[in-house]
């Protein structure tokens, strides 16, 4: 009989696992805290934009015409308890507030509130992102609250979705990671994931610490990936080369490949930062700080590159914002999701309007999110209505539809025809050919 599967924690990560869950065939309860989040995903909505994700949803949600049923939410642990047999905790794990360091408040939280309902055999698996050592720490307190004892074992399983593919992700991952202290439960994830293992992703089991460095160490290679070809930019800048031709010939090295190599304003969003500096804090604590000190420089480009996109803004428009109108292509840390945390789009619109420029910004899906961070910054409903009597354009955030907007009708409206490619994808002749000046990070300048 195949387990019954609880999702503890229903955001970004919770609300695509579990109705992942249920589309590989299981029984699965969805729990959040938030009521208001509840309500929205038994109604079939999801609280965020992410592609498939909300078709997925309604296909198994209990309630609604011609869904499976297999997928329900609830507010309490007790149910939760009772019902599950595997525990899928993916609550977020933030930031401190002044601090490089891991807010595991969630989680914590979480594991006291489900433990004591634990009263026969069950399989607890973490999936946030949290410092190397919590798992054998959780391990502990949980064998300690439940009454079942050390029959409620613990497992960590990385999550490695990427926001605008997180549901092919999680139904087709390129990997899954398991950190086990045994062979139960090693067999029971092996029993979850058997439909991606049988397609061929490869099952890649680990001690508890191992698992837990995994995420971090990813994501930290992302970072220097990507903060690496922005200070190629740097020196292209300096030298008059062309960081897109360089990202082209060493791309072609397969030692390097060339996935992460287009240079621009950086990395943002809820994973990449806060991870490398929670991945640094942590080190530092177990006295290996000296061997992520190159991550604070890592940090420290990529928040460079958002302040050269500003410099570069101001130079266009005559060395001052004032009285000056920016147009911003885009608010979302990335294309094909609405999440505009740590938006490097947003940071850069957010320094010019500090600095007296009149920005409007459009962007496809994150309008409603950015306006609730940044409510003085001003939002248009179309890429053609933020670039009206725009004295220069920012394309900030790498939409297909900035690739396929027309130069000739967007410079109908603008006061200047002068663009900024913050993301290096747009057709640099295309533009000039259409009379615009165009500028972008490592670039020629004609």
Not at 126 to 135: E, H, L, Y
């Amino acid at each position: 009989m195949a387990p019954k599967i609880t999702v503890i924690g229903t955001g970004y990560l919770g609300a695509t696992h579990a109705a992942a869950m249920a589309e590989l065939g299981f029984e699965v309860l969805g729990l959040d805290v938030v009521p208001e989040k509840i309500e929205m995903l038994a109604a079939g909505r999801v609280p965020m934009y992410e592609p498939g994700l909300e078709e997925l949803l309604r296909k198994h949600v209990a309630g609604h015409e011609g869904s499976t049923g297999r997928l329900r939410f609830t507010t309490s642990y007790a149910e939760a308890g009772e019902f599950g047999d595997i525990h899928f905790v993916c609550v977020n794990t933030p930031q401190k507030h002044g601090e490089y360091a891991c807010d595991m408040s969630y989680v914590d939280s979480a594991f006291e509130s489900l433990a004591p309902h634990l009263t026969r055999p069950a399989l607890v698996v973490g999936k946030s992102t949290v410092p190397v050592g919590s798992a054998e720490r959780l391990a502990a307190r949980l064998a300690e609250l439940a009454p079942v004892g050390s029959d409620a074992e613990l497992a960590w399983n990385p999550e490695f979705l990427r926001e605008g593919f997180a549901v092919r992700d999680t139904l087709h991952p390129d990997r899954i990671v398991v950190g086990v202290a045994g062979e139960r439960a090693e067999k029971q994830l092996r029993e979850v994931y058997a439909a991606p293992i049988g397609e061929g992703s490869p099952f890649v089991v680990t001690d508890f610490p191992t698992a837990e460095l995994v995420k971090t160490s990813a994501n930290s290679f992302l970072a220097t990936k990507i903060s690496f070809i922005n200070a190629m930019a740097e020196v292209c800048e300096a030298g008059e080369g062309d960081v897109v031709k360089l990202a082209e010939a060493i791309g072609h090295d397969e030692r390097i490949g060339k996935k992460y190599l287009r240079a621009g304003i950086g990395f943002g969003g809820g994973c990449l930062p806060k991870d490398i500096r929670a991945f640094m804090a942590r080190a530092g604590e177990l006295g290996a700080d000296q061997a992520l000190t190159f991550l604070r420089e890592v940090d420290s480009i990529n928040m460079r590159s958002r302040a050269r996109m500003v410099e570069l803004a101001r130079e266009a428009v005559g060395d001052s914002f004032l009285g000056k109108r920016v147009a911003v292509l885009g608010a979302a840390f990335k294309p094909d999701s609405d999440d505009v945390r740590d938006s490097p789009a947003l940071n850069v619109a957010g320094q010019i309007h500090l600095q007296g420029g009149q920005v409007t910004i459009y962007d496809p899906k994150g309008m409603e999110n950015a306006r609730r961070l940044f409510p003085t910054l001003g939002y248009a409903p179309t890429a053609l209505d933020a670039a009206r009597g725009a004295d220069v354009v920012l394309h900030l955030t790498e939409w297909q539809e900035f690739r396929e907007l027309d130069p000739a009708a967007l410079g109908e409206v603008v006061a200047q025809r002068r663009m900024l490619d913050g993301r290096n994808a747009l057709d640099p002749e295309r533009w000039r050919e259409a009379g615009w000046t165009y500028r972008a990070l490592g670039r020629p300048r004609a």
